[in-house]
């Protein structure tokens, strides 16, 4: 069957069955491989985009299921003249990320979470990371250029 | 000198493509034409596999070809990289690790059969389609119940489920018997180093492609060493020979030893392609991860120290069981030996010791290298067991530890267990462990945790490591298959821009970053005028790739040698065009200069005329400016470090929370202390994951309970403090030329033998004292601990 929505404010379509996913249709169907497929489970979060402004598991939702809807991932998240946004300029300052797998998913959590509280505690970043999982920073670099992002005085890196 | 040279906490330049989306990982790239495979995957653990009916699959829609064991005629199996030699002097029992099942099943997981179709549901629909005709039999788990008489067998074959039962050294068995039966005191301990999967976010996959206008193969793979794959698939599996053979690791997502590992998958899917005349391209689900990917750890042990009547170290003994799993992984045998027997003397100067491992055949999924791999299980025994003598004793655990050190001039020290530390400091790392996790003020926040109803304990370990493995005549006599040197080539453009090829390889090391610091240095250029290449055959050196905290420890120093061959004939270069004797040519800030003269060239003068040998000694210096260097360390390096964790406990539900953390490491010179840093943050969370949340289970059929993010526990963001981290007691390595020593798997190693302590400090201070709980300590076992 044929879908179409707009991602990252391009409108696009393409041919799915019942079955596929959001998150096979944005990496196989329109190449837009920076969300990542960490597990099977919904756990990981690898795959967070975000759909009508709200956080999703794109792998937790038939690519139907968007139809319509106005999808933002990763690869729409730098500034119009392509340098990093605040927030993942923050998560390169700060040492956010190491194999970079979880790292979009991050970002788009964090977006998330900074668009509904600008300026979060340390355990409200905490909790609100819940969902996505990261393997090599131990959280501690993700949850400080989160701060940073937000505008809240966090200890410079390679500092303490 | 450049602003990001050696030292300097440069922000790393790969991160850009990731945080942009423009990261290019195994499972990014598609080949034009690929087909899928979906493996079945046995969901028994042991059984008699009689037959596999394909009829009705092989003709549903977008089947190409279902492979079975029988298609593998005239393969080879999935070869293991290291030979033990048990205390008798006899080999390992080492059986055939086949690409799918033989006949029989040996582990859930185990790959039966493979569905290769035009798209990925086609195959997966058709697999379901598959009837397998298999008698089940008994499973064997338990590794001690697997060595008794009467266990089922897990290889036929073989004379039992025992791989080899190693001693070491033996030789020192009955000295360290001896000293046994007359100490003032022993601390006997025994205890389980749970099972683990590494779990790195990105699953495994592997592309096979087969070119046949030259008759070679490409495997693009999710590889920690690109060049291991090779030679091993090449030469042991599928034979053929290197140069017909290419494997590209591009980015990463993450390796933790896992990805060290040839897999039967990668084999397959380039075996396939060659077979099929298409790309077959295969990606794990974490189902599947959890099920294939080789395991981590898994030791029963029991360790007992001696002690004289005034508390020093006299004599310890251990007897491990380690479980092998079905098969031997790639480097699995060298695991609870090498990797682990001979760090048992840990920071101190125990004079005598004996280790016993005995290694076991089960029918669970292959067990090999997890971040640290043996090191982390000798360092968890033996700071439990110090830590518990302390106890038995009632003197300050810091104290113990640090009355028995190896002191600062006894470097370099020679070990009981056959290794020489070339350098350490322990007491300077346990003073900056102690004063930044401010030991002594403990007390006051005990008091506000009782106050407030909960438990409070402190806890410490000190580690010893043994990283950039490893120098290849050491390692040939211990049973290596391999060489453990590392290679690159560094190539000088014209232009003077610089391309290092290295064997080493980055997946989240940010090698990309840090390398071109040292070359920056040594040139005196800025380091964005070099960049790093790794991770593909083809195009750099034959390198042994990254694991054991090795890259810039063994990589690091062959682009250091390669790069003073190319400083080297710069400088003769620079003398003919300044018409001087290459001995007075100085390099400095990118300037080569006559001593004594105002004579000087730039870097970028003298590498043209490299390539443009106008002006050039022909007869005595080739054109050109690329060098290469193999580097073979003459010893292990050794970092060592003190960990202080201070827990609270919730009484009501047992519920342990890391409330402070402190890591105070020595790993000699360091290149980028932000990426150290982060090293080390990542380390301690999977300890802090081992400590408190992570296990990989099986029931006794031998079904994997644990085989899904559901089941098994991933630190999450709650689940970790913020970590103090300090690298400011450096004692530089001694024996190779950045003094370095390695920093990746430190963090794993130090910190779960620290929270255990801790948590047991705790119930220790509130009354409910606890000899020892296993790990992980759930809130269940907590509370169950001091409440009954």
Redo the contacts between chains.
């Keep these: 069957m044929k879908v179409q929505m707009t991602v990252n404010c391009r409108q696009v379509s393409g041919e799915v ?1 019942g ?1 596929t996913l959001l998150v096979t249709f944005l ?2 169907g329109q190449g ?10 919904s ?2 979060g ?1 795959c967070t985009v975000h759909v009508n402004g709200q956080q999703v598991k794109s792998c937790t939702m038939f690519a139907v299921e968007a139809e319509g809807a106005e999808v933002a ?3 729409g ?2 500034n119009a003249d392509g340098s ?1 946004s605040v927030l ?1 300029q923050a ?3 700060y ?1 956010g ?8 998913g991050m ?1 788009m959590a964090a977006a998330s979470l900074l668009a509904k509280n600008p300026r979060p505690s ?2 409200e ?3 609100h ?2 969902g ?12 400080k250029a989160i701060m940073a992002a937000s505008g809240q005085h966090v200890t410079a ?2 500092a ?1 | 000198m450049p602003k990001d040279g050696i030292g300097a906490s440069t922000k790393r330049r790969e991160d850009i493509r990731f945080l942009t989306g423009k990261g290019r990982y195994t499972d990014d790239i598609n080949l034009r034409g690929q087909a899928y495979v979906h493996f079945l995957r046995s969901d028994v653990a042991h059984a008699t596999l009689n037959g596999i009916d394909t009829s009705a699959a092989k003709d549903m829609p977008g089947v190409l070809r279902i492979f079975t064991a029988r298609d593998f005629d005239g393969v080879g199996g999935i070869p293991c990289g290291w030979l033990i030699t048990d205390r008798h002097g006899q080999p390992m029992q080492e059986p055939k690790h086949p690409i799918m099942a033989e006949g029989k099943i040996r582990h859930v997981g185990e790959i039966v059969a493979a569905v290769v179709a035009e798209t990925l549901d086609q195959a997966r629909d058709a697999a379901e389609a598959i009837v397998l005709d298999y008698d089940e039999l008994p499973a064997v788990i338990d590794m001690k119940a697997a060595v008794q008489a009467d266990a089922p067998k897990v290889h036929e074959e073989l004379t039992s489920n025992l791989c080899y039962d190693w001693g070491f050294v033996e030789e020192n068995k009955a000295a360290v018997d001896a000293a046994f039966d007359v100490a003032a005191h022993v601390t006997t301990l025994e205890l389980v180093n749970n099972r683990l999967v590494a779990n790195p976010m990105e699953p495994r996959v592997a592309i096979g492609d087969y070119a046949a206008h030259d008759d070679s193969s490409t495997l693009y793979t999710t590889s920690q060493n690109p060049h291991v794959i090779r030679l091993l698939m090449g030469a042991f599996v599928l034979g053929i020979p290197e140069h017909k053979l290419r494997v590209i690791a591009p980015d990463v997502g993450g390796g933790f030893g896992t990805k060290i590992f040839h897999y039967a998958e990668e084999a397959f899917c380039t075996f396939a392609a060659k077979q099929l005349k298409l790309p077959v391209k295969w990606t794990s689900t974490r189902s599947e991860a959890f099920m294939s990917d080789a395991h981590g750890r898994d030791h029963v042990t029991k360790i007992q120290l001696a002690l004289d009547a005034d508390n020093n170290f006299t004599a310890l003994r251990t007897d491990t069981y380690a479980n092998m799993g079905a098969y031997l992984s790639t480097f699995a045998p060298s695991v609870p030996t090498w990797l682990h027997g001979t760090l048992m003397a840990g920071n101190y100067r125990t004079p005598l010791i004996y280790v016993n491992v005995k290694a076991v055949f089960t029918n669970t999924v292959p067990v090999d290298a997890y971040r640290g791999a043996g090191r982390p299980e000798a360092t968890f025994q033996l700071e439990r067991v110090v830590d518990m003598a302390a106890r038995e004793l009632g003197v300050d655990p810091a104290e113990l530890r640090r009355q028995n050190f190896i002191r600062k001039d006894q470097f370099p020290y020679a070990t009981p267990v056959a290794v020489e530390y070339d350098t350490g400091d322990y007491e300077a790392t346990l003073d900056k462990g102690l004063e930044l996790s401010d030991y002594a003020g403990f007390a006051t926040r005990l008091a506000e945790s009782k106050a407030n109803g909960k438990l409070r304990g402190i806890g410490l370990a000190h580690y010893i490591e043994a990283c950039g493995i490893a120098p290849s005549n050491l390692v040939g006599q211990l049973g290596a298959r391999a060489g453990l040197y590392e290679s690159a080539t560094v190539r000088v453009n014209a232009t003077g821009g610089i391309v290092v090829m290295t064997g080493s390889h980055s997946h989240g090391q940010g090698h990309e970053t840090s390398f071109p610091q040292v070359i920056a240095q040594m040139i005196g250029i800025e380091p964005d005028q070099v960049e790093i290449v790794h991770g593909d055959t083809a195009n750099t050196p034959m390198g042994m790739g990254t694991y054991g905290s090795r890259s810039i420890a063994v990589g690091g120093s062959a682009m250091v040698r390669a790069t003073e061959k190319i400083i080297a004939k710069a400088k003769k270069i620079a003398a003919h065009i300044l018409e001087a004797s290459d001995a007075d040519i100085e390099l400095k800030d990118g300037k080569f200069s006559v001593a004594g003269t105002d004579k000087s060239l730039n870097w970028g003068d003298v590498t043209l005329a490299a390539y443009v040998p106008h002006n050039y000694p022909l007869k005595d210096l080739e054109p050109g400016l690329e060098e290469t260097a193999f580097y073979d360390p003459s010893n292990f390096t050794y970092p060592s470090g003190c960990y202080i964790c201070e827990v609270e406990i919730d009484p009501d539900t047992g519920k342990v929370t890391i409330e402070r953390f402190t890591a105070a490491d020595d790993f000699g010179n360091i290149i980028n202390p932000m990426i150290v840093e982060g090293q080390v943050q990542g380390g301690v969370a999977q300890g802090i994951g081992q400590a408190l949340l992570e296990n990989c289970s099986y029931d006794s059929d031998g079904q994997l309970l644990s085989a899904s993010y559901m089941d098994y526990a991933m630190p999450r963001a709650s689940d970790v403090p913020m970590i103090t981290v300090d690298h400011s007691c450096q004692t530089p390595c001694t024996h190779n030329p950045l003094g370095v020593k390695g920093c990746g798997e430190a963090g794993a190693i130090g910190s779960p033998p620290a929270v255990i302590n801790a948590v047991l400090d705790a119930m220790h201070r509130a009354g409910k004292p606890v000899a020892h709980i296993d790990m992980p300590v759930t809130p269940a076992k907590v509370w169950a601990a001091m409440n009954h």
């Design positions: 069955e079955r990496r196989d837009l491989t920076g969300t990542h497929t960490g597990c099977d489970t756990q990981c690898a991932t990763i690869e998240m730098a990093l993942q998560f390169q300052d040492h990320l190491q194999c970079g797998f979880c790292t979009p970002v340390e355990a970043v905490r909790r990371l819940e996505n999982i990261c393997r090599c920073t131990g959280y501690h670099n993700i949850v890196v390679a303490e």
